[in-house]
DNA sequence: AGCGCCTGTCTACGCTGTAGACTTTACCCG
DNA sequence: CGGGTAAAGTCTACAGCGTAGACAGGCGCT
């Protein structure tokens, strides 16, 4: 019995394959953090020895970037939407849910490129920016003017995110209590108005304010660039 | 010869302080990066053994949040400004410049919030914050205005950091040559924008595209809110 | 002079990533 | 079916990490 073989199970030796590890890999980090994700840990919940890994990751920075591309690969974008403004809406409130679903991932995304030239990112990570960037040339952008969209858009959607996820505690019933708890720690003379702010701290309502800053930040870059073409043709 | 104590220099045994060690773990980040920073090797460059350290930070995550405070600690902000938005701009710019001096610090300040409830994070960090707070009290607005005011700001501020520094490399003339290399070992037919983009990418102004998002978004927010105001006035 | 506290040192433990040699497995071809 | 080859997986080993806990030294106070 317990055939060695063709068993569906993890347990059981199926070959392994670079997406399993990476799957699994996600998993254990979503569940545990970045710092739980290590080799010989990786090897355990697979069943096979740590080195293994070696043959579908050269490094463990490897393996993070692999992590990193699996959630982004996750992001869906229409570069052929017409709406140029709500295509972007819709992918900046896409990615903040895939940040709330994957919050021990955001480091990785915000961190790896920091470390890395643009030209030898992993791919997946790379094609969001390509598709936005097709995006803005369909809608009539100029290439230059499009790289500049996108990186005031790209810009403030990470930065909100990441804001975000420093206010964000996992259950908002605990949150207000532990806020408060918190910020009664802080000197009462230094910091009073973040004191008072306790309540408004624990009610924030992040798609809420995604939305209005890039109604902000969108309208504007639309007409400080259509401004800027009316100027240069008259 | 050869004192034992009163020697002005490191080398020689001169009490430590929490400030030297600090000073000098920022010295080595930014020299050599975060993963230079151990331990045995902050020690070393001090002339310690390494487990006097733990005199003068709990931790070495304690030690990477002292490392954050020194940092933003630099950063001036005078909250009596009556011009609120020409000193968001200030500070702006200011961060920015920190940003650009210390980049290897930069993933410490983006990262270390998210492991850390608000409450329990080094006061030097929440500084700024309350000042930014007590700027934006001093321009008039509602406290919850000013925290919106202040997260819209905030995130717009780091997410452009992020950005340009994934972009940035050191020597300019080296950068366009090595995104050239870079963006050819992209596949064509994937990454054709990207690719083409190769000059305007070389050419980062990012203090003005700073500026410009500045611009849009504080005016923006301005005018959203005095709407606002009025809307429930009338 | 003597007590006590603070600073710094030492040793040791369990953990990490990964190089290099090795064994086992899967598959293809005759 | 037999044999050979390339890939997949394993084993051992090493240098380095953070840090607990026991200990030593010196300074300042009484």
Do not use: C
Request: net charge negative.
């Amino acid at each position: 019995m317990n055939a060695p073989r063709a068993s569906g199970r993890t347990p059981a030796k199926a070959r392994l394959s670079r997406e399993t590890v990476l799957a699994k890999a996600l998993e254990l980090v979503d569940a545990e953090g970045l710092d739980a994700l290590t080799m010989r840990r990786l090897g355990q919940e697979l069943g096979r020895d740590p080195m293994s890994l070696y043959r579908y990751a050269e490094n463990r920075a490897a393996l993070l970037d692999g992590v990193s591309e699996l959630v982004l690969d996750q992001l869906p974008i229409h570069p052929e939407d017409p709406d140029w403004k709500a295509q972007l809406r819709n992918i900046a409130h896409d990615l903040r849910m895939l940040a709330l679903e994957h919050p021990n991932v955001v480091p990785l995304l915000v961190t790896r490129p920091l470390s890395t030239p643009l030209g030898l990112r992993p791919l997946g990570t790379l094609r969001p920016l390509e598709q936005i960037l097709t995006l803005l040339a369909s809608a009539g952008f100029q290439p230059a003017d499009a790289l500049h969209v996108y990186r005031a858009y790209y810009g403030f959607l990470y930065g909100h995110i990441l804001n975000e996820l420093q206010e964000y505690v996992v259950d908002p019933e605990e949150n207000e209590v532990l806020l408060r708890l918190g910020l009664h720690r802080l000197p009462a003379k230094e910091f009073p108005r973040l004191r008072a702010l306790a309540p408004a701290l624990a009610e924030y309502d992040g798609a809420r304010e995604l939305d209005q800053g890039l109604t902000i930040l969108l309208s504007g870059l639309e007409a400080q660039l259509s401004r800027q073409v009316a100027g240069s043709t008259s």
